[in-house]
């Protein structure tokens, strides 16, 4: 009786140890953070590459790095809004880094667009729009023309409800092994 006792004990501690583990690699899958390197290898440069192409071959999410990588003699980064960017105008610029090795954080969904403010640079290809979606989403981004985010509502409680699905079914799983 009791040394059944104690193995009905270890068997509960055992799958709530499993659930434990399970749950926080489910949350540590879902949310990870890059540095994404402007033009990856040529940086942020006016050499003829199509930041454009490249942007839409990229997924940004929110907590994302951003991060321009030039000579700054050379180059600059304006953040603007969408209307400037199709003029290549700086002239309500949202913000602008100036370092060589800016790092922009990528804090909520929607659209950002950038170009350097060197004359003729922009013009000349470097600018680009990216669409930040929200964390632990897979969703390809919604083409919307204004920048207006959606809130992060979505897909985290959609995750949550998942675990919450598997805690359950643990629960379940501990109660019938009793
Ligand atoms: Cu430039």
Same mark, same amino acid.
């Given at each position: 009786? %009791?040394?059944n006792g104690i193995s009905m004990g270890t068997k509960s501690l055992t799958l709530f140890l499993a659930l434990v583990t399970f749950t926080c690699l489910l949350s540590s899958t879902t949310v990870e953070a890059r540095d994404i390197i402007v033009g990856d290898d040529s940086g942020w440069t006016l050499n003829g590459f199509n930041y454009t192409a490249w942007a839409q071959g990229q997924k940004f999410a929110v907590g994302?790095?951003?991060v321009?990588?030039?000579d700054s003699a050379l180059h600059d980064v304006y953040m603007v809004g969408g209307i400037a960017f199709k003029n290549? @105008?700086?002239e309500k610029k949202l913000a602008s880094f100036n370092?060589?090795?800016d790092i922009v954080p990528l804090s909520m %969904?929607?659209?950002m667009w950038f170009l350097c @403010?060197? @004359?003729g640079h922009c013009e000349n290809g470097m600018k680009f729009k990216i669409t930040v979606v929200a964390a632990e989403t897979s969703d390809t981004p919604t083409e919307s023309p204004t920048a207006?985010?959606?809130t992060t509502g979505g897909a985290p409680s959609l995750s949550s409800a998942a675990s919450t699905f598997i805690l359950l079914i643990f629960a379940g799983l501990a109660i019938s092994l009793l």
């Open positions: 009786m %009791a040394i994302d790095n951003l321009f990588k030039y290549c @105008s700086t370092t060589g090795n %969904a929607g659209n @403010s060197v @004359s207006t985010p959606p």
